[in-house]
């Protein structure tokens, strides 16, 4: 194995087992059966030119190596003699993806031109086993089709992972699937050099048309969320008023309570003396250690947590606005339209599930008298300062309340728990005995299926949420839009980004809306990310200038 660079790289060399030469001629006058272009992809016509081919054996096989492939394969034509052989490939993968091993990892190569005879038509043979030995799958395409199918992954891949980089994403204590991806993505990305970036931009006719596209796609979700809150608020001005209610709070903050007291509702109940509240706990626990659990909002998130509760043959209510008697049904789910029924068969549990931006409305038409003066409250919300807040404005001191978020959805925990995170905080629980345990009862559900319990404070979630979850929707949505496919020869990076659009695919607006607008951050998130891709493209376009004033210089000069 020999090489040559313009740095001296002697040493790593050395240590690679590689007999290295600062002097291309000595390197060609040991006569290569083979020749692998390793460049930087716009440096790859400038060193090409260079080398002295005429040092050469007449039959040596060229191979290239980079991300591009029409780009190599023309100039190679152009500038190799007849009776050189030519093999353009591109392994999809690079130091970080392919850093445990090959297998798998997809092998692009086109035989451009190998000579007929035997000896010639075998060392392209031996030259491509080496990666089939390491398991790697072996796809034999053209340049071009590998080009087409490379602009739309490859190069929104580095693209989005450029982008991330910038925002200087960082690892959180509750990290979702979806969020560990862009991380890994950045990490995939970042050790990439920005001139292999800048060649895929300037070498792939389509880059141009995709950066165009992710720039539409962008601004078509920020229009979306701008819009929205735009109805928003005009609902709250001229809707809500109107029907005697009050502003929906707003980025975790209560701009007023529903009811104008938060203090009548609470005196509105006359609370029991304090062994009447045991009688009726110590029956309650008499049953087996099972609970009765309604719940609220039985959407696509309802319905997904009431598979695992009925599973563990706890006892499960739900109401929604909708009509889901069907889907209640065939989960084993007894399933009321009525708020007034449902509280009226007291359950142990209420665990709202609703949209974020419907939780206030929805909570405050629950008839809570009906229920029993200590149930508990659970909510799932994917902001927890705000559920929080507005528990204890509105719930009687009695109830006791625990904010939840389990950080995971259908998609992601569709195969199970086990080791997905679940968020929580003890808001407030009675010190009975039996309070104590119908929360660790509740708490038991995640346990048991294995999740990563994680106690912290609703702030603290808030605070690591913002930067992360937001972000992981919004790249999913702008991705959504560009409508991203399979290919042939997907990298291991673009396979996170589509397997990160199939996990939020069946996530409603409503939540994505819900993280917008209850997140104190999530507007300037939003500007970041937006601002990362402008400073983006500058560097690509800044580049591009550069290039072009030189050529022209040199056209005058
Ligand atoms: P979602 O769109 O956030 O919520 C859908 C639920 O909200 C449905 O039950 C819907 O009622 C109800 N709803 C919406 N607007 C309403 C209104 N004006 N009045 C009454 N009810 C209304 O989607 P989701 O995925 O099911 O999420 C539910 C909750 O779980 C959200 O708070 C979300 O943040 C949280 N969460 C979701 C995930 C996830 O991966 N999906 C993960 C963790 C936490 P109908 O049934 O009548 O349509």
Known sequence: MLAHSRGDYSAVAKTLGVSYFLDADDLCEQHPEVIIICTSIFSTKQVLCSLPLSRLKRSTLFVDVLSVKEFPRDLFLQTLP?????????????????????????????????????????????FLNIFKKEGCKMVEMSCEEHDQHAAGSQFITHTVGRILEKLGLKETPINTKGYDALLNLVKNTASDSFDLYYGLFLYNTNSMDQLDLLNKAIRSVKNEL??????????????????????????????????????????????PPRQHYETQISNLFDKPPKLKIAIIGFGNFGQFLAKTLVKQQHTVLAYSR????????????????????????????????????????????????????????????????????????????????????????????????????????????????????????????????????????CAEHDLHAAGSQFITHTVARILKKLGLEATPIDTKGYEKLLNLVENSGSDSFDLFYGLFMYNPNSMEQLELLHTAFESLTMELFGRLVNVSKKQLSGKFE
């Not at 090959?102 to 190569?109: Q, S, T």
């Not at 502003?247 to 007023?256: E, H, K, T």
């Open 82 to 126: 007849n009776e050189f052989d030519i093999l353009c490939t591109h392994p999809m993968f690079g130091p970080e993806s392919g850093k445990k091993g090959w297998n798998e990892l997809p092998f692009v190569y086109d035989k451009v031109r190998i000579g007929d005879e035997l000896s010639r038509v075998s060392r392209c043979d031996k």
């Open 226 to 271: 701008f819009w929205h809150m735009n109805e928003f608020l005009r609902k709250q001005n001229f809707g809500y008023l109107e029907e005697g209610l009050s502003i929906i709070p707003l980025n975790g903050v209560a701009l007023s309570s529903p009811y104008d007291n938060v203090n009548d509702r609470s005196n509105s109940f006359s609370l």
């Open 322 to 457: 909708s009509d889901r008697f069907a889907e209640a049904r065939s989960l084993g789910v007894s399933f009321s339209h009525d708020l007034d029924d449902l509280c009226e068969q007291h359950p142990d549990v209420v665990l709202i599930s609703t949209s974020i931006t419907s939780t206030e409305e929805v909570l405050c038409s629950l008839p809570i008298k009906r229920l029993k003066r200590n149930t508990l409250f659970v909510d799932v919300l994917s902001v927890k300062e705000f559920p929080r807040n507005l528990f204890l404005q509105n719930l009687p001191n009695g109830f006791d309340i625990l904010c939840t978020h389990p950080m995971f959805g259908p998609e992601s925990g569709k195969s199970g728990w086990d080791g997905l995170k679940f968020v929580y905080e003890k808001v407030r629980i009675g010190e009975e005995e039996s309070r104590v345990l119908r929360c660790n009862r509740f708490l038991d559900i995640f346990n048991c299926e294995k999740c990563e319990m994680v106690e912290m404070s």
